[in-house]
T-cell receptor, first 112, second 111 residues
Framework: DAGVTQSPTHLIKTRGQHVTLRCSPISGHKSVSWYQQVLGQGPQFIFQYYEKEERGRGNFPDRFSARQFPNYSSELNVNALLLGDSALYLC???????????FGQGTRLTVV | QKEVEQDPGPLSVPEGAIVSLNCTYSNSAFQYFMWYRQYSRKGPELLMYTYSSGNKEDGRFTAQVDKSSKYISLFIRDSQPSDSATYLCAMKGQGAQKLVFGQGTRLTINP
């Protein structure tokens, strides 16, 4: 079985640009969460979606948005990129929102 | 004060040693406790998942939760060089959406 897949794996963007990151959950999983991991730190919660509805939002500015599609895949969008948005963006999938979370490989975003 | 505290290390031990990794937390609402292993530039891999207090064993790994002390541990027996990675503790409350992570402990097993 395929695990959580994220695309792209690496991305370089310029300040002020917009970025879209994509995630496909494990087959049968209905919940997707997004986390930001800055180098040397643990992941920080951004969003959780379950059954295509937002179920939780972390302490991130409105420049961050997400959505979940009918096939349970998800997109994370970040507008007006700042240098501080450079990080590893992780997607986690779980069968339901409260069960074990399995992470993808992440998308490494560099803002220059 | 952070909700979850974890010593970032680095921790270096010889091959075959028993490794003890720990986290403390302040939120008494946490009910689910996890340990993830993260290799450099990779996503976290779930190692152990426990609910409430007690011990759980899986091969060379043992997770312990002491809710009265707000303290969790991961023990690795017969450590191998392939265990060299960053170990992240994570926890969440009943019905909560988000995992709260520690900073991660960087572990090196020397052959």
């Amino acid at each position: 079985d395929a695990g959580v897949t994220q695309s792209p794996t690496h991305l370089i963007k310029t300040r002020g640009q917009h970025v879209t990151l994509r995630c496909s959950p494990i087959s049968g999983h209905k919940s997707v969460s997004w986390y930001q991991q800055v180098l040397g730190q643990g992941p920080q919660f951004i969003f959780q979606y379950y059954e295509k509805e937002e179920r939780g939002r972390g302490n991130f500015p409105d420049r961050f948005s997400a959505r979940q599609f009918p096939n349970y895949s998800s997109e994370l969008n970040v507008n007006a990129l700042l240098l501080g948005d450079s990080a590893l963006y992780l997607c986690a999938s779980s069968f339901r929102g409260w069960t074990e979370a399995f992470f993808g490989q992440g998308t490494r975003l560099t803002v220059v | 004060q952070k909700e979850v505290e974890q010593d970032p290390g680095p921790l270096s031990v010889p091959e075959g040693a028993i490794v003890s990794l720990n986290c403390t937390y302040s939120n008494s609402a946490f009910q689910y406790f996890m340990w993830y292993r993260q290799y450099s530039r990779k996503g976290p891999e779930l190692l152990m998942y426990t609910y409430s207090s007690g011990n759980k064993e899986d091969g060379r790994f043992t997770a312990q939760v002491d809710k009265s002390s707000k303290y969790i541990s991961l023990f690795i027996r017969d450590s191998q060089p392939s265990d060299s990675a960053t170990y992240l503790c994570a926890m969440k409350g009943q019905g909560a959406q988000k995992l709260v992570f520690g900073q991660g402990t960087r572990l090196t097993i020397n052959p």
